[in-house]
């Protein structure tokens, strides 16, 4: 809740993405970020931001993935369903070809 951390279920998934990543290296990643539903729109999208920015800077950081290769999009909160825990709390990621 109100962070941008990265605990280690999202490391374990930030380095196979990164894997991916580099075995391919003409493919892109597009990271979409969420907050639960609550707090203000303002601020949602602002969390939204930091933690796209966040999984970015560890692949770019850690596992030297090219930010050209990256996009990201903090998209606020997700309103539906209406849930006050990690799962609306979330980045997810997608690779495209």
Known sequence: ???SDLDDWA??????IATKLHDNPNTKLD??????YIGSEPYNFKLSDKRVARVKKELVDVWKID???ICTDGRGKLSDPKMKYRPNRRCDLFIVK
């Open 1 to 3: 809740f109100d962070k």
């Open 11 to 16: 490391l374990v998934s930030i380095s196979k």
């Open 31 to 36: 990271i979409l970020g969420y907050c639960d």
């Open 67 to 69: 930010p050209k290769r």
